[in-house]
């Protein structure tokens, strides 16, 4: 899952292709301590960089710069939001980032995270 070149966890498909979608989904594996510390420190660049994850709000669901970044789902799926998982933030994934960022000594941007989110 992990691209070196890109310094990011991407979801696979089943034949173990890479799906390109900067997604929060990344950030998980500093909630589960799967990273090591450089890989850990180039996500973090990811969520200071205001072009990927550093949004005004917190952390969207997928990057700022992703061409689907809330753009309307598929008329396929069915949701009453039609920009879902597509840039929204959301508690539960901002709370995994929170404390992955806590796992790996990033306390000052877990806060500032928080903080962005919190009203």
């Not at 069915?78 to 933030?89: K, M, N």
């Not at 539960?92 to 806590?102: A, D, I, K």
Request: glycine fraction near 6%.
């Amino acid at each position: 899952m992990w691209d070196d070149k890109d310094g990011f966890y991407y979801s696979l498909l089943f034949n173990g292709e890479k799906i390109r979608v900067k997604s929060v989904q990344a950030f998980t594996a500093l909630f589960a301590e799967v990273p090591e510390k450089d890989m850990a420190d180039r996500l973090l660049d990811c969520l200071e960089d205001e072009h990927e994850f550093n949004g005004k709000y917190g952390v969207p669901t997928i990057s700022f710069s992703d061409e689907k970044y809330m753009s309307p789902q598929p008329e396929w799926f069915f949701s009453r939001d039609p920009y879902y998982w597509r840039g929204p933030i959301w508690a539960p994934t901002t709370y995994l980032v929170f404390r992955g960022l806590q796992n790996y000594g990033f306390t000052k941007k877990a806060e500032e995270i928080v903080y962005k989110w919190l009203p």
